[in-house]
């Protein structure tokens, strides 16, 4: 059974993929097609910041630091192999997948491109790569869709689905 708040938040997340599966047909497609040197607003300043603000708390190891990226909420999701329900968890995932600094590795994200939703919901589109040890795993590399809210703390990721 779903909780009433949790209820609206699933179609904020349903519409915001519906979004980015209508393709290059969307006005932000169609603008950065047109002008490929696309000036960011302040909106997309904004959540880019928070990204790469993860990028750099990852990178020094600071898992608490990285966190602070995601929503504190029991409502926000991380998609991946599977899916993990709330800050807490997501939190302790990242901690049993990650116990030693050199399996962190050194990330690095591109190709972030923002879409705003409206002024209280943006999606960030991007990639990213892993560089580690083959002992520790060796590299990774994938794609990533976070769904943002902006929150009286900034924005902050309510839904990651990283591949």
């Known amino acids: 059974m779903q909780r ?3 209820q609206s938040k699933s179609w904020i997340i349903v519409a915001a993929l519906t979004c980015l599966l209508a393709g290059p047909t969307s006005a932000c497609a169609q603008d950065q097609q047109d002008n490929p040197l696309h000036t960011a607003t302040r909106l997309e300043l904004d959540v880019v910041k928070v990204v790469l603000a993860q990028e750099k708390a990852w990178n020094a190891g600071d898992f608490d630091e990285y966190i602070k990226g995601y929503k504190n909420s029991p409502d926000t999701l991380f998609m991946a192999t599977h899916i993990t329900r709330g800050y807490a968890q997501i939190l302790d995932d990242y901690k049993k997948n990650f116990t030693t600094r050199a399996s962190m590795g050194t990330l690095t994200y591109s190709e972030l491109e923002v ?3 409206n002024d209280i919901y943006a ?3 991007g990639k ?3 560089d580690r040890s083959k002992k520790e795993g060796g590299p990774a590399d994938g794609t990533f ?3 943002m809210e902006k929150t009286s703390d900034g924005w902050r990721i309510v839904f990651d689905h990283t591949t």
Do not use: K
Request: glycine residues 6%.
């Open 145 to 147: 869709s976070l769904v």
């Open 128 to 130: 990213y790569h892993l």
């Open 123 to 125: 999606v960030c589109l």
């Open 4 to 6: 009433r708040g949790s």
């Open 115 to 117: 879409h705003p939703l």
